[in-house]
């Protein structure tokens, strides 16, 4: 996973309950991205952050916070979970390369009841 | 408008066969990078293949080559001599624009094919 880390794996929450799903990277990139997965769906952006210091919205922010204090971690709150962010959520880095393309975590399985 | 449409849902193939997955994009960006990639029952999400829009040739890994065909918008992964541990929902990508400091380079995916390679 190109050196990108998640915590927790699995999560369960009840809804109106927060949390933050950590994301932390060694390879020392600039951008860093949340993704969420549902159900037979690809996968949808939710924040990114192009440098540190820096968000900004993707695609489904709504529900969302993200931190990204300095260059080697990007974390994502939710502050009142709700059943409909019951998803899988990845955390991906950007790779400059011959491919410039995105690495991911190993995702965090989410559950809100 | 969908910017990427993956039509077939589910496949099978033959071990030891060819199989090709079929991806089509929309953007009037013209420049973008389209990625394939192959998310197993474990979950994780692993890339296989780059084709940028200026690339003149399609692009090869190994098994994996992309069929890109520009003018019909189209970005079909082709996987040769199948084997079992192919099993998995592959997904096609795309990242639009220039590459720039701070540019925030997302990705938007396809919704899947779920590929199931039989003995």
């Known amino acids: 996973n190109a050196g990108v880390t998640q915590t927790p794996k699995f999560q369960v929450l009840k809804t109106g309950q927060s949390m933050t799903l950590q994301c932390a990277q060694d390879?020392?990139?600039?951008?860093m991205y949340w993704y969420r997965q549902d159900p037979g769906m690809g996968l949808r952006l939710i924040y990114y952050?192009?440098?540190?210091?820096?968000?900004d919205k993707g695609e489904v922010p709504n529900g969302y916070n993200v931190s990204r204090l300095n260059k080697r971690e990007f974390s994502l709150r939710l502050e009142s979970a709700a059943p409909s962010q019951t998803s899988v959520y990845f955390c991906a880095i950007f790779l400059a390369g011959a491919a410039d393309t995105q690495y991911f975590g190993p995702g965090t399985r989410l559950t809100v009841l | 408008a969908q910017k990427i449409t993956q039509t077939q849902p589910g496949m099978f193939v033959q071990e030891k066969e060819a199989v090709t997955l079929d991806c089509t994009y929309d953007?009037?960006?013209?420049?973008?990078?389209l990625f394939w990639y192959k998310q197993p029952s474990s979950g994780e999400m692993i890339f296989l293949i780059y084709q940028g829009s200026y690339d003149q040739q399609n692009a090869t890994e190994g098994r994996y080559s992309l069929n890109f065909q520009k003018a019909r918008k189209s970005a079909n992964l082709v996987i040769s001599a199948s084997q079992l541990g192919d099993s998995a929902m592959y997904f096609c990508a795309m990242r639009e624009g220039r590459y720039g400091i701070g540019s925030a380079r997302q990705l938007t995916f396809g919704s899947g094919t779920q590929l199931t390679v039989l003995p």
């Open positions: 952050s192009a440098s540190e210091g820096t968000t």
């Open positions: 953007t009037s960006d013209p420049s973008y990078g």
């Open positions: 390879m020392n990139h600039n951008s």
